[in-house]
């Protein structure tokens, strides 16, 4: 069995961008896109309630802590699949809700996109172009901070549409102007009633 596990992972390494169908450690059948955080592990997972063994893979967004359990994925020899995946297209605007950003899954994390402002039905495409770092502040809220600036310029939901884009691997592009409504604070001193 140890043997079939391994064989469904041969050639896949850290870094590699991929898309994995297996459990998460509920239990539950999860897919998820992203890059390979860690080399992928042999492990022992609970199946139905027994133990078995499996292979942990780590994916998330580039930088996310392969510690964190919302990463990982169990295959079993029996159930499971991972393919390599075309990695997205930096500086492609989306409009999406938060929760739909890769990476943004935990309460307590750090996550960076280009963002373009908010979103929604009547929004036709983004206002600005800021890499932001997405981070949990408190009761729900996330906020969308520039730490070279130490700027704030939103705090919003999981449910909250904008436009984002992945940015390049290793720099920052130009950014335009920041928006008027940005103001200048640490998201920890952000209160989310005032920022909405």
Aim: net charge negative.
């Amino acid at each position: 069995m140890q043997k079939e596990l391994q064989k469904m992972v041969n050639g896949f390494s850290a870094g590699d961008h991929v898309t994995a169908t297996g459990s998460d450690t509920r239990g539950h059948e999860v897919t998820r896109t992203g890059y390979l955080l860690a080399e992928p592990k042999l492990v022992t997972a609970r199946r139905n309630g027994t133990p078995a063994k499996a292979i942990r893979l780590c994916i998330g967004a580039r930088g996310t802590d392969p510690a964190e359990r919302t990463t990982w994925t169990a295959l079993f020899a029996d159930a499971g699949s991972v393919q390599h995946t075309p990695e997205p297209e930096p500086g492609k605007w989306l409009n999406t809700e938060l929760r739909d950003v890769p990476g943004v899954k935990a309460r307590s994390h750090t996550t960076r996109i280009l963002y373009g402002g908010k979103g929604g039905a009547r929004s036709t495409g983004p206002t600005q172009s800021v890499p932001v770092n997405i981070t949990y502040t408190d009761e729900g809220y996330y906020a969308l901070w520039d730490p070279d600036s130490d700027t704030t310029h939103t705090v919003i939901t999981l449910a909250t549409k904008i436009w984002w884009a992945h940015l390049p691997q290793g720099s920052d592009p130009d950014a335009p102007p920041d928006s008027a409504d940005s103001e200048a604070t640490s998201p920890a001193a952000q209160s989310p009633t005032s920022a909405r």
